[in-house]
């Protein structure tokens, strides 16, 4: 499988090592495949008894068949995801794919998982060292931290706004150690990106430093995301009676574009369902044509926050420009109907659900009540543990979520993080000092 940029598709492809470790393209576009499997018959044949791993080996071989045999694409997939999805009916037609049972409790752990097992083997092969430097407001520092925690030939640093991250997601970064270095910025979430961006322009940083990147444009993050697709409609293919959709909450929109790929090799679903909090530009454009990306705004799903989603341009490419309203549709969720959602689901079930899944899942059920003689199913993905979401959840509910031990011992141990200035200069200065291996 080789990539190119959404900016030039006539520029010369990059094999998948490359578009890894360079994540952006050089004229700043999002790496795109260019070749169109056919993984059709590698999609049938996987069955309601497949485990999530069984799903991932194929998809591996099928998609980097020249990399990776059957073998090696399985003890890729075994090294990669260290847990599984895990599907669960929640009310007729509508079902649950709970994507947070991986080290940081939210589906970013997949992605994560999968670019630090490659990046890793990569560099074992052809030797060297890599830097992931990264800034976060929260969950993808602790996804990428958890991945790449204890992996050989590779250091991550992570940059993050002081006093602007919870509590747990604050000790999800800093108590890991060893490979994983947390810097405590004293600005915003804004300073702490463009010291990134900064860094990567610095060729005197970039000389010393085999800076790379890991956020979530980077192919070696969506591709594994299309594996979970599979794996629910492995799952459930037999037994849907009309349509199967899946309902994705989305804000950059990675993961949905990421279920678009699934099916363009192979997954033969109805649709999907883009649902997006009140930050609704997607589904805006979605229903009249115009794309007007704009500030976001904060929201209870805040890791949805976005008003300029980065893989617009991916979804764009897949389609020629114009995304078919008979497979994707969209809808904004405002707070007060995730709030009731949350309320209604646990009423109804017992079930605490993130605001995030909330926002799918009210998405769902106002599209089934929109055709109510179907037997359409509709698959909607849980992207966060509630626990990720305490108060969110107390304010709703009235009740705490039960925390995974997996938090809980990670309240308990000690932060250490880098006091770092609102500068590049500041960061300059750390990376060459602990990081200059290529001089
Ligand atoms: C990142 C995130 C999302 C949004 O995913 P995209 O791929 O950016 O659309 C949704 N929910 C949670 C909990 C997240 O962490």
Redesign the pocket.
């Known amino acids: 499988m080789r990539f190119v940029s959404t900016r030039n598709m006539e520029a010369t492809p990059v094999t998948f090592p490359e578009a890894l470790f360079r994540g952006l393209a050089p004229d700043g576009g999002l790496y795109h495949p260019v070749d169109e499997p056919d993984l059709r018959t590698v999609v049938r044949s996987l069955g309601a008894d497949a485990s999530f791993v069984d799903v991932a080996g194929a998809m591996i071989q099928g998609l980097f068949g020249e990399e990776y045999d059957a073998a090696a694409a399985r003890a890729l997939a075994q090294e990669s995801f260290p847990f599984e999805p895990v599907l669960r009916p929640l009310e007729p037609g509508i079902d649950i794919l709970e994507l ?1 049972h991986g080290p940081s409790c ?3 752990d997949f992605g994560a998982g999968f670019l630090a097992a490659t990046m890793e083997a990569e560099l074992r092969r052809r030797g060297g060292r890599a830097v992931v430097l990264t800034a976060t407001s ?3 520092g602790s ?1 990428v931290a958890q991945a790449f925690h204890g992996r050989d030939r590779i250091d991550v640093v992570i940059l993050y706004p002081s006093g602007r991250v919870s509590p747990l997601q604050e000790q999800q970064l800093t108590t890991l150690g060893g490979n994983v270095l947390a810097l405590e910025v004293n600005g915003s979430f804004d300073d702490c990106q463009r010291m990134v961006k900064e860094a990567f322009g610095d060729s005197e940083i970039t000389a010393a430093v085999p800076l790379t990147s890991a956020n ?1 444009i980077n192919v070696g993050r969506l591709i594994p ?1 299309s594996f979970y697709y599979v794996w629910a409609f492995a799952q459930c293919k037999d037994e849907v009676e009309d349509e199967l959709l899946f309902c ?11 279920g678009v790929l699934a099916w363009r090799w192979g997954m033969a679903v109805a649709g999907f369902i883009a649902a997006t909090n009140a930050n609704d530009v997607i589904p805006e454009y979605l229903r009249t044509g115009v794309f007007t990306p704009r500030e976001s705004i904060h929201t209870l ?1 805040n ?2 926050d ?1 008003g300029n ?3 617009f341009e991916r979804l764009q490419q897949i389609f020629g420009g114009f995304v078919p309203a008979t497979l994707l549709t969209g809808r904004g969720v405002d707070d007060a109907a995730i709030r009731a959602t949350m309320a209604d689901v646990y009423r109804s079930t017992g079930m605490i659900v ?1 605001p ?2 909330a ?1 799918g899942i009210h998405a769902a059920r106002q599209r089934r009540a929109e055709e109510p003689g179907s037997d359409m199913r509709i698959i909607t ?1 849980a ?2 543990h509630p626990a ?2 305490v108060e969110v959840c107390e304010d709703a509910l009235g009740v705490s979520p039960e925390i995974p031990s997996r938090l809980a011992r990670l309240m308990e141990r000690t932060k250490v993080a880098l006091p770092v200035d609102r500068s590049a200069a500041a960061l300059k200065k750390v990376l060459l000092e602990r990081f200059s291996y290529s001089t």
């Open positions: 947070f939210a589906f970013k929260g969950d993808t996804a979530s995301q994705v909450p989305s804000g950059n929109f990675g993961n949905l574009t990421a799903a890791a949805m976005v989603p980065s893989n993130c995030h899944t926002t993905l992207t966060a990720k979401f």
